[in-house]
């Protein structure tokens, strides 16, 4: 029979069992959910199945027979193309979208071929997107492409190489609603042409959509395999879990009349547009918009990037802020959404990223005081939940989920006032989202302010006070808490009934 099989594999980092003797299969024409919190072992066992990482123990069969895969070359003769978590590690942002789109074509001839033909690259370029129904100019430098662009490119290259085995992992995270369902129509054609699908997401509603079987892990165990169908999405939680999600809902009011953060007319240099808002005391405002509605452009100027003009006041005093420096010294803060490549810094220690921004605090006559940070560091991790080893450990070895806890914890200090967070849920497991969530909420409640960028509607729904809604650059509509429901967020965000719903 058609079917990939990793037998009994486990593997080690430093001493660190990471994953213990996972068996797991996915067949041809399945889509083979993977699931489990952040650190579960998820993304280690498909970087052995992409050749990116060796094996300790264990055997992988294709079609019955047992198969090597020492390099990311082996893994592609034997037809398994990968769409990896850390999207801007993948990509060359020099070159453009159609060379990017090449690099797979040269790198599984072994460099042979010798002449470039950079017409025929463009053109093979435009017919790959065509057939993916993707709209993108390809002679575009990947450097200045979204993340959802840069998704979408790494999506078609893997397709392009006619692949067997696909693996996915957290493929959707940065994509819009249109996006996702572009990309649910590609794999199902992929599916019903015989290729075996391995899908990584922390969406259940999309893992009961599009998977036929799902498996979970916890700790680097296998749980359980089992049809999708069979199971609820409660069931699938506790699984990976271990026990059950409690839910706790917590309605705070806003009692503070005072306004913390003003903003008048700023203008928005990428999008052009000019906007306006308020947020008091102790007021959780949700800024709601499709992704491309101008949300990380507008929380980035609002943090004084990229030379925005208007005027800012905190606490009713008129700040000077053009640049994000004077932004931190007023006390903003943003927690930007492309983690990666602005929030983190891999290749330092756990310990490091989170005391960066408070640095201050840790030096004593230039001197960076290693024990304090380390104390202050632990405090984080614990409050936080971050799953490492210790707080020396350098970030990069950490599962794209916990690197993600770390980088909006640097920034949750006593001496800052004002945050803006822009999709900090990305990425981020089932537990670890409640968690964020109730982090935020009780710095609301010491009478922070907060703007939550994100297009998760219903996260919005279940944290904020007030709700602006963003459509085109500019905000359209405002909803209290109470008012507010996904179909008439929905509705002015997706640019419909504007004239009825603005106020
Ligand atoms: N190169 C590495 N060196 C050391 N430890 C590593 C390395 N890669 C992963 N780990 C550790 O292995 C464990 C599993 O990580 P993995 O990335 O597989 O988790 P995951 O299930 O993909 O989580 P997420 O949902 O957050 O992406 C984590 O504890 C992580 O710190
Ligand atoms: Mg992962």
Redesign the pocket.
């Known amino acids: 029979m058609c079917q990939l099989f990793m037998k009994n594999i486990s593997k080690s ?2 001493d ?1 069992s ?1 994953l213990k003797s996972v068996s797991f299969s996915v067949k041809a024409g399945e889509v083979h959910a993977l699931l ?10 498909m ?1 052995i199945l992409a050749g990116d ?1 060796q094996k300790d123990d264990g055997t992988i069969e294709i079609s019955g027979k047992e198969v090597s895969l020492e390099s990311p070359l082996d893994a592609k003769r034997h037809g398994i193309g990968v769409v990896v ?1 850390e999207v801007d590690t993948a990509l060359f942002p020099t070159l453009t979208v159609a060379e990017n789109l090449a690099i797979d074509t040269y790198t599984s001839t072994g460099f042979k071929m010798s002449r470039v033909s950079w017409q025929s690259i463009k053109k093979q370029a435009k017919e790959i997107l065509n057939d993916m129904n993707i709209e993108l100019e390809v002679n575009k430098p990947v450097a200045q492409c979204s993340l959802s662009e840069k998704q979408m490119i790494l999506i078609a290259r893997a397709v392009a190489g006619n692949v067997r085995y696909l693996i996915l ?2 493929p959707t995270a940065p994509l819009s609603e249109k996006e996702t369902n572009t990309l649910f129509e590609i794999i199902k054609k992929l599916r019903d042409k015989g290729v075996g699908i391995i899908y ?1 997401s ?1 969406r259940m509603p999309e893992i009961k959509k599009i998977s036929d079987r799902f498996t979970v ?1 916890r700790d ?1 165990k296998l749980i359980i395999t089992e049809k999708t169908e069979t199971a609820s999405t409660e069931q699938i939680i506790q699984q990976m879990l271990g026990k059950s999600l409690q839910q706790t809902e917590r309605k705070r009011k806003v009692t503070s009349t005072n306004t913390l953060f003003e903003v008048k007319d700023i203008t928005i240099p990428d999008t052009g547009k000019s906007i306006s808002l308020t947020v008091q005391e102790g007021e959780i405002v949700g800024v709601a918009g499709l992704v491309g509605a101008g949300k990380s452009e507008t929380a980035r100027a609002l943090f004084g990037a990229g030379e925005a003009k208007g005027s800012w006041f905190i606490n009713g005093k008129r700040k000077k802020i053009t640049s994000p420096y004077h932004a931190l010294k007023q006390g903003l803060c943003l927690v930007p959404e492309e983690r990666r490549k602005e929030g983190i810094l891999t290749e330092h220690s756990v310990a490091h990223n989170l005391s960066l921004p408070s640095l201050q605090s840790f030096t004593r006559f230039g001197w960076l005081q290693l024990k304090k940070e380390a104390e202050y560091a632990n405090r984080k991790i614990d409050e936080l939940g971050v ?3 210790s707080s020396t ?1 350098l970030l ?9 806890k770390v980088s909006i914890g640097k920034w949750i200090s006593p001496d800052r006032n004002v945050y803006l967070f822009d999709e900090p849920t990305k ?1 981020i ?1 089932v537990k670890a989202k409640k968690e964020i969530f109730q982090l935020i909420q009780s710095l609301a409640e010491q009478g922070k302010g907060i703007l939550y960028f994100t297009s998760e509607l219903e996260e919005l729904l279940h944290i904020a006070d007030r709700i602006l809604v963003m459509y085109d650059g500019e905000f359209t509509a405002s909803f209290t808490g109470a008012e507010a429901t996904h179909e008439k967020i929905m509705q002015v965000a997706t640019g419909g009934m504007l004239s009825e719903t603005n106020g």
Do not use: C, P
Request: no cysteine; charged share 20%; net charge neutral.
């Open positions: 980092f430093d660190v990471v489990g919190v952040n650190g579960a072992g998820k993304s280690t066992l970087k990482y978590q992992d957290e990584i922390h892990m680097g799953v490492t080893s450990r990069k070895y950490l599962s794209g989920g916990n690197q993600q990425g497991d």
